[in-house]
């Protein structure tokens, strides 16, 4: 009897951003770059079949922040994706302890909420004009 030893490989952990914002795609590029294991996959929020492939994406307003999905399907949003998205990056990691110290969270949450509703004014044009703030 012939066994299959194929073995499936784990899923990387996905990230979603707004591939029309230059601040966002900035940021991604910056990620990308440290991401030397290669553990994050980066996918535009206007990719075509995103939400066939994440129908739980459909839920979220964007204007929010990026979002983080795990292998095991869970979805991080805006900080809270950032600190998981630090915990992926090898030499970065380090730091992640920080977002658990008290207050810090609460104001790492609310610093980056106040960029994303302000992302348009801050990371230059939009491509298309599509970017609006909240």
């Keep these: 009897m012939k066994?299959?030893?194929?073995?499936?490989?784990?899923?990387?952990?996905?990230?979603?951003?707004?591939?029309?914002?230059?601040?966002?795609?900035?940021?991604?590029?910056?990620?990308?770059?440290?991401?030397?294991?290669?553990?994050?996959?980066?996918?535009?929020?206007?990719?075509?079949?995103?939400?066939?492939?994440?129908?739980?994406?459909?839920?979220?307003?964007?204007n929010t922040g990026m979002r983080l999905i795990t292998p095991d399907d869970a979805i991080h949003v805006g900080a809270d994706a950032a600190y998981q998205i630090v915990c992926h990056l090898r030499y970065w990691r380090w730091i992640a302890w920080l977002y658990h110290v008290p207050g810090i969270h609460s104001l790492t949450r609310a610093l980056y909420a106040h960029i994303a509703a302000n992302r348009q004014s801050q990371g230059g044009r939009c491509d298309d004009g599509t970017c609006k703030s909240v």
């Design 3 to 62: 066994m299959d030893r194929t073995i499936a490989l784990p899923r990387k952990s996905t990230v979603v951003y707004d591939g029309q914002c230059s601040l966002c795609r900035r940021w991604v590029d910056r990620i990308a770059r440290r991401d030397r294991n290669d553990a994050l996959e980066f996918v535009a929020r206007q990719t075509k079949g995103l939400t066939k492939r994440f129908p739980r994406l459909v839920e979220g307003d964007f």
